[in-house]
């Protein structure tokens, strides 16, 4: 028999010029990047509080606070594999996760098998178990008018009873 629990997540941070745009913990070429406390990684963010949430573990704000030093400009693929490790304390594995990126510009196609390929080795999980898929907002909302971007995310876990 198997426990199942499964967990959503959302994160959305600004974007403005000259800053790094990281997305599913890879760099993309972008004239604008996320404003953050972290390296400002919406996607492992969004990614992170459906694993927490998954738990009924609090959110990311909760285990790691941007009021912080300690988490100034971290790279966000250490707080995924902290969040992790706290899945794994609970006795649980990753089945599969699914993120959706909500961003005007630029287009993330080409980016999308390095963003799986990055999450799935964290997780330690198959390529196979991780979606990424990228949106434009068809010019609608704060996403639309290149205000933000916005980053919803489910994660399904399991462990053997
Ligand atoms: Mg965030």
Same mark, same amino acid.
């Given at each position: 028999?198997?426990? &199942?629990?499964?967990?959503?997540?959302?994160?959305?941070?600004?974007?403005?010029?000259?800053?790094?745009?990281? *997305?599913?913990?890879?760099?993309?070429?972008?004239?604008?990047? #996320?404003? +953050?406390?972290?390296?400002?990684?919406? +996607?492992?963010?969004?990614? #992170?509080?459906?694993?927490? =949430?998954? *738990?009924?573990?609090? /959110?990311?704000? $909760?285990?790691?606070?941007?009021?912080?030093?300690? &988490?100034?400009?971290? /790279?966000? $693929?250490?707080? *995924?594999?902290? @969040?992790? %490790?706290?899945?794994?304390?609970? =006795?649980?594995?990753?089945?599969? +996760?699914?993120?959706?990126? +909500?961003?005007?510009?630029? $287009?993330?196609? @080409?980016?999308?098998?390095?963003?799986?390929?990055?999450?799935?080795?964290?997780?330690?999980?198959?390529?196979? %178990?991780?979606?990424? $898929?990228?949106?434009?907002?068809?010019?609608?909302? &704060?996403?639309?008018? =290149?205000?933000? #971007?916005?980053?919803?995310?489910?994660?399904? *876990?399991?462990?053997?009873?």
């Amino acid at each position: 028999m198997e426990d &199942f629990r499964i967990g959503n997540g959302y994160d959305v941070h600004a974007l403005a010029p000259g800053l790094t745009l990281m *997305l599913g913990g890879v760099r993309i070429d972008s004239p604008v990047g #996320c404003v +953050a406390h972290s390296d400002g990684d919406v +996607a492992i963010h969004a990614l #992170c509080d459906a694993l927490l =949430g998954a *738990l009924a573990l609090g /959110d990311i704000g $909760k285990h790691f606070p941007d009021s912080s030093d300690e &988490f100034r400009g971290i /790279d966000s $693929k250490i707080l *995924l594999s902290r @969040t992790m %490790a706290l899945v794994r304390q609970e =006795g649980y594995t990753v089945g599969n +996760a699914d993120i959706t990126i +909500a961003l005007q510009a630029p $287009k993330l196609a @080409t980016y999308i098998p390095a963003m799986r390929e990055a999450l799935s080795g964290i997780m330690e999980i198959p390529v196979s %178990a991780v979606s990424v $898929k990228a949106t434009t907002t068809e010019r609608l909302g &704060f996403v639309g008018r =290149g205000e933000g #971007c916005e980053v919803y995310a489910v994660a399904l *876990l399991h462990r053997r009873r």
